[in-house]
């Protein structure tokens, strides 16, 4: 039984392009600490992927560049839980995100706006209300 990686809307990595790795966790742990293997490898192939569209798969490779490894996987790792079954949610929950916001299109430039007559006139009144207030404080005592 695998977990689903849902990446946007209907887009769903098969398990044949996901390769899970199991090894033992650092930290404190309990008496079978040294014989359970919790820790979650994810690794996925995004070069060689055929689930994502061209554009997508272009995106996140363009974005992803940093974290990729070995030509284009991507390796998510998780071992923040003592089970086996919650670290590979934890990975699978992990590397959804990382995808589904490298896929993502891009945001909208921003267009340039100009403030209005009011919000000028009412900025340069308090400018000089400020320095009106400032000048009144320099007078000297006679």
Do not use: C
């Amino acid at each position: 039984m695998s977990i689903p990686v849902r990446v946007r809307g209907s887009v769903v990595l098969p398990d044949t392009e996901l390769l899970w790795r199991f090894s033992r966790s650092s930290g404190p742990g309990g008496q079978h600490v040294n014989t359970s293997d919790s820790q979650v490898e994810l690794r996925y192939d995004l070069a060689a992927s055929t689930a994502l569209p061209p554009v997508w798969k272009e995106r996140a490779l363009e974005r992803l560049a940093g974290r990729l490894t070995d030509g284009g996987v991507l390796v998510v790792r998780a071992s923040e839980h003592r089970s086996q079954w919650r670290n590979r949610e934890a990975a699978a929950v992990r590397l959804s995100a990382l995808l589904s916001e490298a896929v993502a299109p891009p945001a909208r430039s921003r267009r340039a706006t100009r403030p209005s007559r009011g919000a000028v006139e009412r900025r340069l009144a308090e400018k000089k209300r400020r320095s009106d207030v400032k000048r009144g404080r320099s007078g000297g005592f006679d």
